[in-house]
């Protein structure tokens, strides 16, 4: 079984900084895609880095210059260090990772999981 794990939020002031980390296990054999996205009150999920196992990096608009998304593949961890952060950054951070682990009885198999989502709070 797939167990993710998300720690990192909590409330900063305006141009202040956090980083999340996510560990993901349970015999994991690679980590494809990894990735963080974010849910503000009233608005949809919107991705706001994603890191593939070759090392390409991609960011929204609104985080570009502020947010780097990073990896750790031997611990199976993804981070996002969070700088200048704004009021509008405020919200649900979720980590989602796609790849492959061993499964029951030996054969390997696809993965995809989320994480359970931190509150990260940008107010003065």
């Known amino acids: 079984q797939v167990q993710l794990v998300e720690s990192g939020g909590g409330l900063v002031q305006p141009g202040g900084s956090l980083r999340l980390s996510c560990e993901v296990s349970?015999?994991?054999?690679?980590?494809?895609?990894m990735a963080w996205y974010r849910q503000a009150p009233g608005k949809e999920r919107e991705a706001v880095a994603t890191?593939?196992?070759?090392?390409?990096?991609n960011y929204a608009d609104s985080v570009k210059g502020r947010f780097t998304i990073s990896r750790d593949n031997a611990k199976n961890t993804v981070y996002l260090q969070m700088n200048s952060l704004k009021p509008e950054d405020t919200a649900v951070y979720y980590c989602?990772?796609?790849?492959?682990?061993?499964?029951?009885?030996?054969?390997?198999?696809?993965?995809?999981?989320w994480g359970q989502g931190t509150l990260v709070t940008v107010s003065s």
């Open positions: 989602h990772i796609r790849g492959v682990r061993i499964l029951e009885g030996g054969p390997f198999g696809n993965f995809e999981v």
């Open positions: 349970g015999r994991i054999v690679s980590t494809d895609l």
């Open positions: 890191t593939t196992s070759r090392g390409g990096t």
